[in-house]
């Protein structure tokens, strides 16, 4: 509240001062300005925090202090102006943590860091961090493959277990190890260097336990074997976070000096094996006809056998049959069984047929006869007939049988038939 002031006699203007009662200094005087214009340090102090914070002073400003005057209405604290700062900070600070969202492309991965430590590994999709410089992410490719040949001009000289020098250059395929991309970042400052000299140790370490001979011919593929598992075990131990996929053998020779000796070598290997592969397919061929000719013959001695065994049971059940037809009647069974027997041996043997009723005696050299066949039945025929007309002039009328004119007369027909035959009776 303001205190009212009195003018009294003794306030009138002194020495110069305006008899209006002006209080205006005279000029060319300072006029110090009053208490109570003068801004109070509580007061701005105030207004500052309600400008930070968006809070208004109470009682228009003025605060609790009732010995103050009441400040004119330019100087009183505008509440519009601190709410749209602080709409502006939450705007800005809203800002800010969207920055912290990033999207992680197909077959990457992203090591996300807070205050520069690994915090998390995050995998495709869209994520949230905190900003910068709180947080950040490292995006990391897991699905290429990269490559790295072992063998320059220093590195290829290798000592062999029979302590031949050798030049060795493979290639080394690797990728990022998908379990924990982070250890390619933080477990060394060069992974790729690291891989290098790993490889190169272990390739040494092989070699030095490998003779030349294998080097060069057949132990190729167990070398790179050993090489890619002792190489990954050194990996694993150290922790780099890479995976070897392959190790191919680009190059292994011999020395210069001595390359033309192991050429000619390797090419007396190739030929053995060769020469070995066309006698396995010539043993493979001839293995398959003597299988054919074998199974053949096993099937003939199988039909054989079946028609034997047939036969040899036919031949018992009719044994059986004449064993009991013979039990019946004996007589005419043998009887039957000697004309079946006769039967079958002038079916294949030579048989000569004479006429015996001239009871002539004919001595005929047989043995030509049977081999000469037809002619020799002619001839038989006139000598017989030159016999019996000699036996017929020296011989009495009463000695000759009645009917031997009839035997002469018929001899061509009937007094001698020899024929010679293979079958019929």
């Known amino acids: 509240m303001k205190e009212s002031t009195v003018e009294m006699a003794w306030n009138e203007p002194k020495n110069g001062q305006n008899s209006g009662g002006s209080n205006e200094p005279p000029r060319g005087q300072d006029q110090k300005p009053k208490q109570e214009d003068m801004p109070d340090l509580d007061v701005l102090l105030k207004d500052l925090k309600n400008k930070m914070f968006g809070k208004s002073s109470n009682n228009g400003g003025n605060g609790n202090q009732p010995n103050q005057a009441p400040r004119s209405p330019s100087k009183m604290p505008n509440n519009l102006s601190g709410k749209v700062m602080g709409f502006g900070a939450l705007v800005v600070f809203i800002l800010w943590m969207l920055t912290g969202i990033y999207i992680v492309d197909t077959g990457n991965n992203a090591v996300v860091l807070f205050l520069g430590k690994e915090q998390s590994v995050t995998g495709p999709g869209m994520h949230w961090r905190f900003p910068s410089p709180i947080g950040e992410h490292r995006i990391i490719n897991v699905e290429n493959r990269f490559s790295a040949t072992i063998g320059t001009n220093k590195e290829t000289m290798m000592l062999t277990k029979d302590e031949a020098i050798v030049d060795v250059r493979v290639e080394v395929q690797y990728e990022i190890d998908r379990q924990d991309p982070a250890a390619y970042w ?3 400052s060069n992974p790729d260097g690291t891989l290098r000299d790993v490889v190169e140790s272990a390739l040494r370490e092989r070699v030095g336990q ?3 001979d294998a080097i060069l011919t057949s132990g190729r593929a167990q ?3 050993e090489v890619k598992s002792l190489a990954q075990q050194v990996l694993d131990s150290y922790g780099v976070g890479l995976k070897i996929t392959n190790v191919n053998l680009v190059d292994a020779q011999a020395p210069k000096s001595v390359q033309a000796a192991f050429t000619d070598a390797i090419k007396a290997r190739e030929d053995e094996q060769r020469m070995i592969n066309q006698a396995n397919t010539y043993v493979t061929d001839v293995l398959a006809r003597i299988n054919g000719e074998v199974e053949r013959e096993l099937a003939q001695a199988e039909g054989y056998k079946q028609s034997v065994v047939a036969k040899a049971e036919g ?15 004996p007589v005419i069974m043998r009887q039957r069984l000697y004309l ?20 002539n005696l004919m001595v005929l050299p047989l043995d030509q006869l049977l081999s000469n066949g037809q002619q020799q039945t002619i001839k038989l025929d006139i ?4 016999i019996r007309e000699s036996q017929n002039k020296t011989a009495p009328q009463a000695m000759l049988p009645k009917q031997s004119a009839t035997s002469v007369n018929t001899t061509p027909e009937r007094a001698v038939n020899i024929r010679s035959r293979q079958d019929g009776r």
């Open 186 to 188: 933080f477990a060394s």
């Open 210 to 212: 490998t003779s030349l």
């Open 340 to 359: 079946d027997a006769m039967e079958n041996i002038f079916q294949t043997t030579n048989k000569v047929l004479m006429n015996t009723q001239s009871n």
């Open 315 to 329: 031949e018992a059940a009719r044994f059986t049959l004449l064993n009991t037809a013979y039990a019946k009647s």
């Open 223 to 225: 070398l790179v074997a």
């Open 383 to 386: 000598d017989s007939t030159t």
